[in-house]
């Protein structure tokens, strides 16, 4: 009997194995992702289905939005962030003109409503910046530092005079040509492009500077000295500096430019070419008229 019983509790004891669901579920909880998504991923997922039944309605919206501006336009008039002046360096006065009526900002100003990327391209732009850079100092000041292309020459164009710095571009247009004698004068196709060169020539015609006018560029190749009274001396494509002191030291020793001579060639330095004016060449004609009428 006893021995009945026994075997009949045995048979009615709990299996203590898992179930096959509860086991998968045990080991789907032991996976690093699951665990992460139900720890992190379950409560964000709550809160964002709040917060889109909340933002549903359109007012709320508004409200929020309202609130933003707000907030943003509190801070953004704070004292410390507003700008009251403007300080611009390495500009003369005419270009610093220029630049305030690019940059045509009205103080005092936020200076979360100045975008100075776009104020530093407009004020590169002009042509006699070289470099500008730009930002806002402690105290309200913004800070323009500019590094201005200096005029070195006057280029003569179709287009009229413009003043053009040692690279050849132009940085500002002139009225007339006595509004800067102090610059040289230099013409022709390709005159912007060997600038430095002009300047080495006008340098060498010193002991001329009186009577130069200016540089004419001939076909982009080589230079012509213009000098009062329609006198030209044509100069070699290299060499040109020495072709031209030459002449200038047979000025010095002849006279040579203080004579009816109208052009000197020194395209061939060799052997320079002398052509006179109408009215010498017309007394060297009677001349061996009269040399050949005496023989």
């Known amino acids: 009997m006893r021995q009945m019983i026994r075997s009949t509790t045995t048979a009615l004891r709990r299996d203590p194995a898992p179930s096959r669901l509860n086991y998968r579920l045990q080991r789907l909880m032991l996976t690093p992702m699951i665990r992460r998504l139900l720890r992190v991923g379950l409560p964000l997922g709550c809160v964002a289905l709040v917060l889109a039944i909340y933002l549903s309605d359109q007012g709320r919206r508004d409200g ?24 611009i360096d390495g500009a003369s006065a005419g270009l610093a003109d220029d630049i305030r009526e ?65 690279a050849g571009i132009r940085v500002a247009p002139l009225a007339a040509r006595s509004a800067r004698p102090d610059l040289p004068l230099i013409a022709g196709t390709g005159a912007e492009g060997a600038v430095d060169e002009a300047l080495e020539l006008f ?59 109208q052009i000197v060639d020194m395209r061939n330095p060799r052997r320079p070419t002398l052509r006179l004016s109408e009215g010498a060449a017309e007394k060297m004609r009677e001349i061996k008229v009269m040399e050949l009428g005496d023989d």
């Open 64 to 87: 929020i939005a309202m609130l933003i501006e707000d907030v943003k336009s509190t801070v953004r008039d704070r004292p410390e962030f507003m700008v009251k002046l403007m300080a």
């Open 102 to 166: 690019v940059m045509a900002v009205d103080f005092p100003v936020s200076s979360f409503d100045l975008d100075l990327t776009r104020m530093r391209l407009d004020v590169a732009a002009l042509p006699a910046v070289a470099r500008v850079d730009m930002r806002v100092r402690p105290g309200g000041v913004l800070e323009v530092d500019i590094s201005e292309r200096m005029p070195v020459a006057i280029l003569r164009s179709r287009n009229g005079l413009d003043l053009v710095d040692r």
């Open 203 to 261: 340098a060498a015609a010193a002991p001329l500077s009186a009577d130069v006018r200016g540089l004419v560029r001939v076909g982009e190749r080589r230079w012509t000295l213009v000098m009062d009274d329609n006198q030209s001396v044509l100069l070699p494509e290299s060499g040109a500096v020495q072709a031209l002191e030459q002449v200038i030291a047979l000025n010095q020793v002849q006279q040579l430019l203080g004579r009816d001579v």
